[in-house]
T-cell receptor
């Protein structure tokens, strides 16, 4: 069964710092990997989706990489801002039917 | 355009009662998913609908849970004889339906079973 792990569980950084969130998964047979953010009491917002054939995706200050063979992905956030504070979830899609989610990294950016 | 909407946003019910949760997917999205997020746990897949195909119910935790999707659009998740462990946020997502597609999530329904 696919297992998705995110480290660290929580992270606190000062504003302006660059940071990396880690995601690992046990089964490399995936269609894609997706990074989401979840704000307290709200649903998930998709940030980046990386197809299994891709190595990375970028959107603004966010860059996500994928190393499928080693079962790892990272989300890099440049020049962090207080508005980036949220829980970040990675999810892998092994088939058509669902996503397997990690338990998330709770990020706090201190002004 | 309009995103995925869910109703109600909050539901408090007594143990043993039945509840219905509603999801309106993005127009044109053929795939619809239900997930559950329990306190302190990750998101857990419940059920998946794709077009007119039979749904994938492999994630439903018990036979008290059921879901239907009428007309290929709106979906209802029903929990019968609710238990306290059913308390969670229930999230609905939709996508265009192909493997590669992004899933777009609704705001969720927070269910509390007293």
């Amino acid at each position: 069964k696919q297992e998705v792990t995110q480290i660290p569980a929580a992270l606190s950084v000062p504003e302006g710092e660059n940071l990396v969130l880690n995601c690992s998964f046990t089964d490399s047979a995936i269609y894609n990997l997706q990074w989401f953010r979840q704000d307290p009491g709200k649903g998930l917002t998709s940030l980046l989706l990386i197809q299994s054939s891709q190595r990375e995706q970028t959107s603004g200050r966010l860059n996500a990489s994928l190393d499928k063979s080693s079962g790892r992905s990272t989300l890099y956030i440049a020049a962090s801002q207080p508005g980036d504070s949220a829980t970040y979830l990675c999810a892998v899609r092994p088939g058509a039917n669902n996503l397997f989610f990690g338990t998330g990294t709770r990020l706090t950016v201190i002004p | 355009g309009a995103g995925v909407s869910q109703s109600p946003s909050n539901k408090v019910t007594e143990k043993g009662k039945d509840v219905e949760l509603r999801c309106d997917p993005i127009s044109g999205h053929t795939a619809l998913y239900w997930y559950r997020q329990s306190l302190g746990q990750g998101l857990e897949f419940l059920i998946y609908f794709q077009g007119n195909s039979a749904p994938d119910k492999s994630g439903l935790p018990s036979d008290r849970f059921s879901a239907e999707r009428t007309g290929g659009s709106v979906s209802t998740l029903t929990i019968q004889r609710t238990q306290q462990e059913d308390s969670a946020v229930y999230l609905c997502a939709s996508s265009l339906g192909i493997h590669a597609d992004t899933q777009y999530f609704g705001p969720g329904t927070r269910l509390t079973v007293l």
